[in-house]
């Protein structure tokens, strides 16, 4: 199970970040992603983490903006976004999946195994 929080209302250029925690699951056996879902639109892949390797994957959206991590110790990992824009004006879901998947793209979303239930952002400009 994931839960995800952290998530409110903050002008353009102010900064935010999320939580995910992690519960009856073996936190390092899994990859983590954060997709969002914008109004009218689809859900899209924001960035994902493979922890044996550490390597991350940031769309090009939010490069430079958005900063993937974790806590290991509180099956916790986090979004930090600055520099924020209206147009991240979203609901926020965290994703886990298997890190035997760790050959398959990051931001295919059926590849992930367990979805939290999401937290809103909103960005007022």
């Known amino acids: 199970q994931l839960q995800a929080s952290g998530g409110g209302l903050v002008q353009a250029g102010g900064s935010l970040r999320l939580s995910c925690a992690a519960s009856?699951?073996?936190?390092?056996?899994?990859?983590m992603g954060w997709f969002r879902q914008a109004p009218g639109k689809e859900r899209e892949f924001v960035v994902g983490i493979k922890w044996r390797s550490g390597s991350t994957y940031y769309a090009d959206s939010v490069k430079g903006r958005f900063t993937i991590s974790g806590d290991n110790a509180k099956n916790t990992v986090y979004l930090q976004m600055i520099t924020l824009k209206p147009e991240d004006t979203a609901v926020y879901h965290c994703?886990?999946?298997?890190?035997?998947?760790?050959?398959?793209?990051?931001?295919?979303?059926?590849?992930?195994?367990?979805w939290g239930q999401g937290t809103l952002v909103t960005v007022s400009s």
């Open positions: 009856g699951i073996t936190f390092s056996t899994y990859d």
């Open positions: 994703a886990a999946r298997s890190v035997w998947r760790a050959t398959q793209t990051m931001g295919v979303q059926s590849t992930y195994d367990v």
